[in-house]
C-alpha cells in the first residue's frame, strides 16, 4: 500500500487514515491504537456463567453494604 506524505504523517501521529480498497472504503488505523479502543468495543454475545456470577456477587455485595439486605 502506498500513501501519500499526509498519510503517513497522520499514521506517525496515531490518527486514523480513510483509504479505499476497490470500492471499500475502510480506515486504517495503528496496532497499537486499535489495541487501545478495541476493549471499548460492545460485545453481543452471551454472557458466560463467570460472568453472571461475578456480575451477581458484585450486586450483592453493594446492596449488602448500603444495608438493603436483612
Avoid at 26 to 45: E, G
Wanted: proline share 6%.
Amino acid at each position: 500500500m502506498i500513501l501519500t506524505a499526509e498519510q503517513l504523517d497522520a499514521v506517525e501521529k496515531g490518527e486514523p487514515v480513510p483509504v479505499t480498497v476497490g470500492h471499500t472504503e475502510c480506515l486504517l488505523i495503528r496496532k497499537d491504537r486499535f489495541r487501545s479502543v478495541r476493549p471499548l468495543t460492545y460485545d453481543a454475545s452471551d454472557w458466560t456463567e463467570d460472568e453472571l456470577s461475578a456480575v451477581a456477587e458484585q450486586m450483592f455485595d453493594e446492596l449488602d453494604q448500603a444495608g438493603k439486605i436483612p
